[in-house]
């Protein structure tokens, strides 16, 4: 099975900055198990992230907030203020729960916020859910998770 939209869209590359190795692999199980032909990339933190980003363009970049070196909130600033890069759609993948947190990733420019599920069963699910949604368009995605004068994370 791919991921592939109904529109001919279809997510080719994933860049994963995640610095807790059992994470990292649990969204490297999960992303195979879902379409084993994406090209997922791993990073350990913030600099290795925005170094790759010179060279490599990838579909989607899911993101961790807190990482050493640079955090995930300085490389969404980063990302969104450097133009050749600006539209790459940004997932924030994080343990926190904070609305605060959430609203803040979102402001800055975060297209959508998914809070890591506890069980791999649930990752699984939710990343298929996340990677077939229409990505062409990043904005109404973003939209999608505004209610009620607050940004709120994927569930």
Avoid at 52 to 75: A, T
Avoid at 80 to 94: C, D, G, L
Wanted: hydrophobic share 45%.
């Amino acid at each position: 099975m791919t991921i592939e939209k109904l529109n001919g869209y279809r997510l080719r590359s994933i860049i994963l900055a995640e610095d807790d190795p059992d994470d990292h692999d649990f969204f490297l199980q999960a992303v195979m198990e879902i379409d084993s032909s994406v090209k997922l990339t791993t990073v350990n933190n913030g600099e290795e992230l925005m170094s790759l980003l010179k060279n490599f363009i990838p579909d989607i970049v899911f993101l961790d907030l807190d990482m050493p070196h640079k955090n995930g909130l300085q490389c969404i600033a980063e990302i969104r203020s450097n133009a050749p890069i600006r539209h790459i759609p940004i997932v924030i993948f994080s343990s926190t729960t904070r609305p605060a947190n959430i609203d803040t990733a979102y402001e800055i420019g975060a297209d959508l916020f998914f809070i890591k599920p506890p069980v791999y069963k649930d990752l699984v699910a939710s990343v298929r859910a996340i990677l077939h949604l229409d990505w062409s368009q990043p904005s109404s995605i973003k939209a999608q998770y505004y209610v009620n004068g607050r940004h709120v994370a994927f569930v």
